[in-house]
């Protein structure tokens, strides 16, 4: 399994912005395709957003499209993602995760696709 390390969460007010950050221990980076999920309080986790192995192709949960931006950087084993325009219902415990999967273009978007996960870092938007 991969090490994964979430770090960029806080408070923010409602409209701002903040970029969190995920980094992997594993060396085969570049072999996951990688997700971000997010879990509030007394609701299950939910899909965020996820990228594939080289980056190329991304898909968002309808909550955040056009809000979030996630991205990688393969020579420095970390996910990133970019979260703007951020609301009230935003605030969570966000989780990064990491899928292998063969072919470098796939993603994944459920849970069970992911066999490795961080321990979470904790983003709240206030209104």
């Known amino acids: 399994q991969v090490q994964l390390l979430e770090s960029g969460g806080g408070l923010v007010q409602t409209g701002g912005s903040l970029r969190l950050s995920c980094a992997a221990s594993?060396?085969?980076?570049?072999?996951?395709?990688m997700g971000w999920f997010r879990q509030a309080p007394g609701k299950e986790r939910e899909f965020v957003a996820t990228?594939?192995?080289?980056?190329?192709?991304?898909y968002y949960a309808d909550s955040v499209r056009f809000r979030f931006t996630i991205s990688r950087d393969n020579a420095k084993n970390t996910v990133y993602l970019q979260m703007n325009s951020l609301k009230p219902e935003d605030t969570a415990v966000y989780y990064c995760?990491?899928?292998?999967?063969?072919?470098?273009?796939?993603?994944?978007?459920?849970?069970?696709?992911?066999?490795?996960w961080g321990q979470g870092t904790q983003v709240t938007v206030s209104s």
């Open positions: 995760a990491a899928a292998r999967i063969y072919y470098a273009s796939a993603y994944a978007y459920t849970e069970g696709s992911y066999d490795s």
């Open positions: 594993e060396r085969t980076f570049s072999s996951y395709a």
């Open positions: 990228i594939s192995r080289n980056g190329g192709s991304t």
